[in-house]
């Protein structure tokens, strides 16, 4: 294939829980000036127009907060995933919270309605939580549960309103569109109870970061490919709450004991080498919970960088 890469820009954080990760394209970009100070040049990104200024009102919706206006980033998205795909581009999304990534499952599945979608969801958490379970009702511990259309009501704690329930029916979409067993954690740590009955009643496989050290990242990389064998087009989503906590500083939900920096670039590498990917996303990044000046979005940017490259050099091949 010869596919363009295309640098989709989310600026979005209704999803989080705390503020800042809207600037984390910002502080990448201020990053990359001391590794390659032309490569937003040479790369320009398309941003999405966002809708931040909810953030200036209350949420009266308690157990997915700001869903409205998720809702209407999902629809965004999934236009702008779609649309990029086919013009025949690689997407490369670079998003605030993890909530965009249900609305670019959303723009895989509208570009390629008829193909099996493998999802790789490299993350501290598994994003599995609905309206209906989410203790924090932060939506970005739910996009993967509107991609498997899962409103997991065996675990209810929550009385969702009616208008949070349209709006979640609206992003779940009239099919499903990942199966369970077409999905792969990578380094899921934190999870709540409601997200393990899910992982435990489909075997959702979850390669930890012990697993990860203790046969190699190569080992792994095979291991959820092969696992992955049926699916003709993949999408990798990576949180950079999978990397430790002293690697990312700046961002919302910090869990220890995850990723170094270099494992993390090899997981995403070894992945991306297969052909079937279509798409990839790096969210999370969070600037203002920075406190070592820009180490997040410089640590991101030595990932982004080379596995861009390495994508852009497959496809001159
Ligand atoms: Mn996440």
Not at 24 to 30: C, N
């Amino acid at each position: 294939m010869s596919r363009t890469l295309q640098i989709i820009g989310v600026t979005s954080e209704l999803g989080a829980g705390t503020r800042g990760s809207s600037l984390g394209l910002d502080a990448m970009q201020i990053a990359s000036l001391k590794v390659d100070r032309s490569f937003f040049l040479r790369h320009a990104e398309t941003r999405l127009d966002t809708v931040n200024h909810h953030l200036y009102q209350e949420t009266d919706l308690a157990y997915a907060k700001r869903l409205d206006g998720i809702a209407e980033m999902y629809g965004r998205i999934e236009a702008a995933v779609s649309n990029s795909l086919k013009n025949g581009s690689f997407p490369m999304i670079v998003a605030g919270d993890h909530s965009s990534a249900g609305g670019t499952i959303a723009g895989i599945k509208k570009a390629y309605p008829n193909k099996r979608l493998g999802v790789i969801w490299v993350d501290a958490h598994a994003d599995l939580h609905s309206p209906y379970t989410s203790p924090s009702g932060n939506v970005h511990g739910m996009p993967l549960a509107t991609a498997l259309s899962e409103d997991n009501l065996e675990c209810q704690n929550n009385q969702p309103e009616q208008e949070t329930i349209w709006h979640w029916n609206e992003m779940k979409g009239p099919n499903q569109r990942v199966q369970p067993q077409d999905l792969v954690f990578i380094g899921v740590r934190s999870t709540e109870t409601p997200e393990d009955v899910i992982m435990e009643k489909y075997e959702i496989p979850n390669f930890t970061v012990a697993e990860v050290r203790e046969k190699g990242v190569e080992a792994i990389v095979a291991e959820t490919l092969d696992y992955l064998k049926d699916c003709e087009i993949l999408y990798l989503s990576f949180d950079v709450d999978s990397m430790d906590p002293s690697i990312s500083v700046g961002t919302g939900t910090p869990v220890p004991d995850g990723f170094t920096e270099e494992e993390a670039r090899s997981i995403c590498s070894g992945l991306l080498k297969d052909p079937r990917f279509v798409c990839y996303e790096m969210v999370e990044i969070n600037p203002l919970l920075d406190d070592k000046g820009n180490a997040m979005a410089e640590a991101a940017f030595r990932i982004f960088k080379p596995i861009f490259e390495q994508v852009e050099a497959q496809e001159k091949d």
